[in-house]
């Protein structure tokens, strides 16, 4: 269901491989994707460091859905965004997000806050500097491939993603011992869709891992290989597609009870567009359904908004 490309490959094969795999599922496996394994492995480390603090310690550094710090298990529910009523999801979460602000003050307080880096674990302000930066150059080298496999010009996002909005999730996916036994109809992430353009997702395996909504809908595990980033479509992009593209339906299942000390590290990355570009769909016969136009950052916003408790 799931297609696995190497950036390497013939750049003509992978736009098509890249058009059939995300008109068929949304979602993708890519390797060749330049990013070091080391580097993943560094900042993995650093989150279970800063995860493994006391809550107190972490509490400094809390934020609300959107925001830049620590969001514990309790104010998130990404069921609310396609009107599911979950009970919370069962993740803390430590996010980081575009701070290069543009010196207007509402735009850049809704959308370019600076980040907070936790004294106690000094490691995480290289690491995710240095992550985060290797995600934009991958996320603006996917959109390029995506271009082209639209049959556009390879720079034609580029106008709208010059100066992004985009969000680095850290999550942490606590045992069964930390969180208790799920409730009915909890996950580990709710089933939603993505928001933005593209979600660049380092997972580790897992029994409560991701699952994905296939076009037969049902639930399927989603492939796992640890050299690859499992890449989506989000809202945004499938729009502008024109639906040509799905954005999937997805969650992370509860801890499973054949794996109750089952705790596991997520690094995702939610690529967006310039907090003002408009998004219109494109004609036929790229796009298939037509979308009223939109603007990337109140897109989102409304978005973030729905999946956040309280």
């Given at each position: 269901?799931?297609?696995?490309?190497?950036?390497?490959?013939?750049?003509?094969?992978?736009?098509?491989?890249?058009?059939?795999?995300?008109?068929?599922?949304?979602?993708?496996?890519?390797?060749?994707?330049?990013?070091?394994?080391?580097?993943?492995?560094?900042?993995?480390?650093?989150?279970?460091?800063?995860?493994?603090?006391?809550?107190?310690?972490?509490?400094?550094?809390?934020?609300?859905?959107?925001?830049?710090?620590?969001?514990?298990?309790?104010?998130?529910?990404?069921?609310?965004?396609?009107?599911?009523?979950?009970?919370?999801?069962?993740?803390?979460?430590?996010?980081?997000?575009?701070?290069?602000?543009?010196?207007?003050?509402?735009?850049?307080?809704?959308?370019?806050?600076?980040?907070?880096?936790?004294?106690?674990?000094?490691?995480?302000?290289?690491?995710?500097?240095?992550?985060?930066?290797?995600?934009?150059?991958?996320?603006?080298?996917?959109?390029?491939?995506?271009?082209?496999?639209?049959?556009?010009?390879?720079?034609?996002?580029?106008?709208?993603?010059?100066?992004p909005t985009w969000t680095l999730n850290l999550n942490w996916y606590p045992p069964m011992g930390v969180v208790g036994e799920p409730e009915e109809g909890q996950y580990r992430i709710g089933p939603h869709t993505d928001f933005g353009t593209l979600t660049l997702l380092d997972r580790e395996y897992g029994s409560g891992g991701l699952q994905v909504f296939t076009a037969d809908e049902v639930w399927e595990d989603a492939p796992y290989d640890p050299d690859a980033f499992t890449i989506n479509v989000g809202d945004l992009l499938a729009r502008w597609t024109g639906d040509r593209w799905l954005s999937a339906r997805h969650r992370v299942l509860p801890p499973q009870a054949d794996a109750p000390d089952e705790d596991l590290v997520s690094l995702v990355y939610f690529y967006e567009a310039n907090h003002d570009a408009v998004v219109e769909t494109l004609e036929p016969p790229i796009g298939r359904t037509p979308h009223a136009p939109v603007i990337s950052g109140d897109f989102i916003r409304e978005r973030l908004d729905a999946i956040t408790i309280g």
């Open positions: 269901m799931i297609t696995s490309i190497d950036l390497r490959d013939d750049r003509a094969s992978v736009a098509r491989r890249v058009d059939e795999a995300l008109q068929r599922s949304g979602f993708m496996l890519v390797t060749g994707h330049g990013v070091p394994a080391e580097l993943r492995a560094a900042v993995r480390t650093a989150s279970r460091e800063f995860f493994a603090l006391p809550e107190a310690a972490k509490r400094r550094y809390a934020a609300t859905v959107g925001g830049r710090g620590w969001l514990p298990t309790g104010v998130e529910a990404n069921g609310y965004a396609e009107g599911t009523e979950t009970p919370p999801d069962l993740k803390e979460t430590f996010a980081i997000g575009a701070d290069q602000r543009v010196g207007d003050p509402a735009v850049d307080d809704a959308w370019f806050l600076p980040n907070v880096w936790p004294a106690e674990v000094p490691s995480l302000h290289e690491t995710l500097s240095v992550y985060s930066a290797a995600m934009r150059t991958l996320a603006d080298r996917l959109l390029q491939v995506c271009a082209e496999a639209l049959g556009l010009p390879d720079d034609f996002f580029v106008p709208t993603t010059d100066h």
